[in-house]
């Protein structure tokens, strides 16, 4: 242990922090580092960093720190280059930003470091040391409150509790931790303080050019960045963090990025889902790392692969276990009409980061990265069995509403109910290969079937489309008849607006006609009686005359006879005076 004093080894270490601090305001800042110097009580420390050391030297002293594990995942297939830890530490001079990083990342792991060691330190402690160092978290709290989650201060008390002589030896020497002590101290919870360090010794993703390879990403454009931004504002709504504007750049930087480095995956919202949570536990590039490794190391990927099949494999596992482990579930479920897909599809490819509370989840990813993913069916068989009773209480839609939405509000007391029910539960892999195996057959067959079922669509397909072109040809003439039958109509509609013209006219003319007729029948009337008055009057005068007149004739016709009387009388006296002149003229000689 170093000679130096109390006093002397605190300043040393404020300097330190000051440095580190220095070099993390460009970045942006973690939960590890802010809980690693807000954490710390200053002691007496077993190792010691001497503050005229440069960079170079924090990162050899960090980089023995940071050896990874062998015995926590088995059948890894992924690449040397991949997941290559790096040897030297030493960030390439051709980017100042992925150096920056890399250099953030060994403060970051220093900063675990020096928590261990305070929590290791011994009684020796300045009485005003704790003052000085609560006024110093004070400080980092109010630069870095918005990535502190609500429920990673609730986990302070059990921080108390925690083994840190055991997580000291993790961090120190990994491969030195079997894997059955790692695997229970897990289970009781890794400290938030430690817990981003602590994944990535399980992820084993310090990876120093895959951190260049993420700045270089950043410059570069991706074909999902309107997508991820949409779904920016969907993801986690009630974390402080993610939707402060700093927390979603971050989100947004690693989406994209690792939608350029894995272009058959792409972009799926659930990834900005597994995303949220590392970050509120490391920067951004230590997020990427890890969210590598979960991906291909832990074969997340599978999930959002086109045409992969391995989800709705892993629904079918799920679905036989419920009903072998809870079968009174599975037949209440089945009875409902209440499908594994309707509510569990999503706690495998987000790692039950899109709906449950992160006390759980950040438990939920001790064991994934401990355990592989197989743990998840165990976790999602025990958050059926924590709430069975509420279950098989509900039926129809709010049974589907709790399994979607409150079946994801758990206690504190239920989280760890949860996780010692997932220690407990033993399904071998043998089981899941077993299961895995009788899905590939099912789908065989259905494939074979379907084959045959495709080669008889085609044929129905081939026939179907020459009916389609037969009726195409009626069509086309039966739309030539319907343009030309529409045109008559349109002619047809005009003429009879013509013809209702016309009407209306003929109509307003028999009506005036009539009105006319009906004023010209009164006068009519009128001018008959007057004429008629007129004409009786002069009839009547016509009358009279006509009776003098007969009275005239009359007289007249008298006096006519009188005269042929009279000249009857003449001639007879003349025939007798020339009978006589004749017999004069006889007698005279």
């Not at 953030?104 to 060691?117: G, P």
């Not at 969907?234 to 979603?248: A, D, F």
């Not at 490819?349 to 939920?364: E, G, L, N, Q």
């Not at 006519?560 to 000689?589: A, Y």
């Amino acid at each position: 242990m170093s000679g130096l004093t109390t006093t002397e080894h605190r300043e040393e270490k404020r300097h330190l922090r000051e440095r580190s601090h220095t070099i993390t305001r460009h970045t942006i800042p973690s939960t590890t580092h802010t809980e690693a110097l807000n954490d710390v009580e200053e002691g007496v420390s077993p190792k010691h960093f001497d503050t005229t050391d440069d960079l170079a030297t924090i990162n050899d002293q960090i980089q023995g720190l940071m050896v990874p594990g062998e015995e926590d995942l088995q059948d890894e297939d992924y690449s040397d280059e991949e997941d290559a830890a790096p040897t030297t530490g030493q960030a390439s001079p051709k980017s100042l930003l992925s150096t920056t990083s890399s250099v953030v990342s060994y403060v970051s792991s220093a900063s675990a470091y020096d928590i261990l060691l305070s929590r290791l330190g011994n009684s020796q402690v300045d009485p005003f040391s704790r003052t000085e160092t609560m006024d110093h978290r004070i400080d980092q709290d109010q630069s870095s409150a918005p990535r502190v989650s609500q429920e990673m201060k609730d986990q302070d008390t059990k921080d108390e509790d925690a083994d840190w002589d055991f997580w000291a030896k993790v961090i120190s020497d990994f491969k030195s931790v079997t894997t059955k002590e790692l695997s229970s101290c897990i289970r009781r919870g890794i400290p938030s303080s430690l817990r981003g360090t602590i994944w990535q010794l399980l992820a084993k993703s310090k990876d120093t050019k895959l951190e260049q390879t993420y700045m270089q990403l950043l410059n570069q454009e991706s074909v999902y960045e309107k997508a991820i931004t949409r779904d920016l504002s969907r993801i986690l709504p009630h974390n402080q963090y993610v939707q402060s504007t700093s927390g979603k750049d971050s989100l947004f930087n690693v989406a994209k990025a690792y939608s350029l480095y894995d272009q058959a995956v792409g972009y799926c919202q659930d990834i900005l889902c597994i995303i949220g949570p590392l970050l509120l536990n490391m920067p951004e590039e230590e997020t990427f790392c890890v969210l590598v490794q979960i991906m291909h190391r832990y074969g997340l990927r599978d999930y959002f692969l086109p045409q992969s099949n391995f989800l709705s494999q892993r629904l079918y596992q799920f679905s036989v276990l419920v009903s072998e482990n809870i079968p009174h579930i599975s037949r209440h479920l089945e009875f409902q009409g209440i499908q594994d897909n309707m509510y569990a599809a999503r706690w495998f490819t987000s790692i039950f980061a899109c709906k449950f509370p992160f006390d759980f989840v950040f438990r939920v990813y001790d064991l994934f990265l401990s355990e592989g993913q197989d743990v998840l069916l165990r976790v999602a068989l025990a958050v059926l069995n924590q709430n069975q009773a509420t279950i098989l209480a509900l039926e129809h839609d709010n049974l589907s509403r709790f399994l979607k939405n409150d079946l994801t509000e758990v206690t504190e007391t239920t989280v760890d109910d949860i996780i010692h029910y997932t220690a407990e539960l033993c399904i071998p892999n043998r089981r899941l290969e077993r299961l895995a195996k009788q899905y590939q057959a099912d789908a065989a067959r259905s494939n074979s079937s379907d084959a045959n079922a495709i080669e008889s669509l085609r044929r129905q397909n081939k026939t179907l489309s020459e009916t389609v072109r037969e009726l195409q040809r009626n069509l086309n003439s039966l739309n030539r008849e319907h343009d030309a039958i529409a045109k008559e109509l349109i002619e047809s509609k005009m003429e009879i607006a013509r013809v209702h013209d016309e009407n209306d006219a003929l109509r307003q003319q028999s009506f005036d006609l009539k009105r006319a007729l009906e004023a010209l029948h009164v006068e009519v009337e009128s001018r008959i009686k007057t004429e008629m008055s007129a004409l009786s009057s002069k009839n009547a005068a016509l009358m009279d005359r006509n009776v003098e007149l007969e009275e005239q004739l009359a007289t007249m016709e008298q006096t006519v006879i009188d005269m042929k009387l009279q000249f009857l009388e003449s001639e007879n006296e003349r025939d007798s005076l020339d009978r006589r002149l004749n017999d004069l003229k006889r007698l005279m000689p």
